[in-house]
């Protein structure tokens, strides 16, 4: 309620946001605990870099953790670990994890780990994995974790970037009919990266236990034993609390780095405004934590906000079937899930009618939430129908660690309209723009950009390379940061996020480089050339399709150069990148100037029109590429439409 007793609504609260952003957001600091409290919330000294509560001293971990414990609700629970792959579910209460956490930070500490050294996490979905974060967090080190389900190469390219003093790492991970064993990938990492950790923390999973390198590895039980438990070291506001690496254009991922102040802020602050969530209640966020979902909403969100939050080992169908998610809900009574629309998309292709819906009570459920890709109204309609729950799209990038734009629920439920992730969020000003940075009008398509300064939480920068922040998100429109999203605003305000701008593709809710995967393939010995695009697909939102010219007089077959690519890209970036299609052409479409006309190929791929581009070199070409992808049973070919989500 606001000083005349009426309600407070968005644009309320919007608007406060932006006419005294040091208001707002100070405001919004006094929910968290600080050591010394910020002397001002903006720092924009050294504009167009900002930082945020640089000055204040605070510590991440007591935040998320002790400060619940010290108000007296070391009893609730903090973690629930549901793990259909292993057919286990277990809990910790807060103070269990303070204990936990205490004990590991300590362990870390007594081996010369501290303030500003690098910790690079490498685990599945287990509580650990959150208390590894926790415990750096506690001693001021800064993690980076490193998905899964990227392969030994991409780890050894994070861990070359971040130069961490150790790896914690767990011997293996469970999918669905496979244990990928974990430990190995790290050896390889480790041998061929030029960085030497000094040693590395290993949990050892019943499932697959590994193999300890003397010297290197300690056992994740064996060296917590008998040491000093830890207590919170306060750092600077703007200390980097982790780094989190996300594709860009090329094969050199960019690592973001979050602001200890500003991400628990603002985190803070969405839990209560945008997911309306309160101390005490379950929060699930169905991603991993090697995701920005999960180190924002599996992590440090819900816990500084001191709800319960889920972390859940399995899949949205097929352990066992497609109720999983609604059988989570019921058992631990959640209030707000979050996923992407892909897991979704997975569970009505296997219950179409949502049968499986009406066998849980699901009444706990408030709210669904939905990021990581576009979501498509097809999906949002059928899981509204299903659940009888508002479901919110919400738009937001690893780099800006929470929702851009989103239907603040929390604050007020705006009137859904579905296919948009709804409008900005306190400190983002968004703009549509055109190719020279004009606004565009409502309806029209244009480049999204964001007005500076960014709010708090977002990326000040990237891990030692200031240059490469500056071109890759500020050089485009001064004065703004480029998204790489491009979209359009309706008369309402309401974002419509339709494509992104660059070379990176959403596969099932996974963010990848097309750029990346072309460096893998270009290394193939027989491969002269190659292109890869994002095409659509049914499921995944996306999949990648390579496109590989061979080198002159080459004996291998065109199929067993498409197969050892396909085992390339598995090999070097992961799993994860879902690379099976590709095809060898004689040629790529290309302008005079030597340019891939991938958009152009995209369109072919996804069955749809396409004009000529005037610039091409030689128009013959693209018949090449139709007959290709139809090949493959895409462009014109039968199905087509089956393919988009
Ligand atoms: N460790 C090792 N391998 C992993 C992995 C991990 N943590 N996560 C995924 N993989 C592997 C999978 O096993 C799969 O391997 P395969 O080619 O041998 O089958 C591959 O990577 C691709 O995985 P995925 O993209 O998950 O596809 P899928 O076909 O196994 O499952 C969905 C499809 C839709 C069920 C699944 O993608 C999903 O649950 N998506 C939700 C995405 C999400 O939560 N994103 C976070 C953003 S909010
Ligand atoms: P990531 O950094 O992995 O979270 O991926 C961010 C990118 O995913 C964005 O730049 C968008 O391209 C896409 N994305 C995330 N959420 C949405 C959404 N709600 N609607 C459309 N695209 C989205």
Known sequence: KGQEGHTVGYADIYAQ???????????????????????????DENAPLYEWFSDGQLNGCWNAVDRHVQAGHGDRIAIIHDSPATGTTRTLTYGELQTRVATLAGALRARGVGVGDRVVIYMPMVPEAVEAMLACARIGAIHSVVFGGFAAHELAVRIDDCTPKCVIAASCGIEPGRIVAYKPLLDGALEVAKHTPAFCVI????????????????????????????????????????????????????????????HLVALNWTMRHIYDMHPGEVFWAASDVGWIVGHSYICYGPLTYGCTTIVYEGKPVGTPDAGAFWRVVADHKVKCLFTAPTALRAIKRDDPGGALVADYDVSSLESLFLAGERADPDTVEWAQNKLGVPVIDHWWQTETGWAIAANPLGIEKLPLKIGSPAVAMPGYEIAVLDEHGHPVAEGQLGAIAIKLPLPPGTLPTLWNAVERYRNSYLHRFPGYYTTGDAGYRDVDGYLYVMARTDDVINVAGHRLSTGAMEEVLTAHADVAECAVIGVNDALKGQVPMGFLCLNKGTTTTPEQVVTECVALVREKIGPVAAFKLALVVDRLPKTRSGKILRGTMVKIADGQDYKMPATIDDPAILDEITAAVTHLGYGNAAGQDAKAP
Do not use: M
Not at 23 to 40: E, L, M, N, Q, Y
Not at 242 to 262: A, D, E, F
């Open 17 to 43: 946001a932006q006419q005294n952003p040091q208001a707002f957001w100070t405001r919004a600091a006094g929910d968290i605990d600080w050591v010394t409290p910020p002397s001002k919330a903006l720092f």
């Open 203 to 262: 949990l050892q999973r019943d499932q697959h236990p590994a193999t300890l390198h003397d010297g290197r590895d300690v056992d994740w039980h064996a060296f917590q034993s008998g040491v000093t438990p830890a207590e919170c070291v306060p750092v600077a506001g703007n200390h980097p609390a982790y780094i989190l690496y996300t594709s860009g254009t090329t094969g050199q991922p960019k690592g973001v780095v979050r602001p200890t102040g500003g």
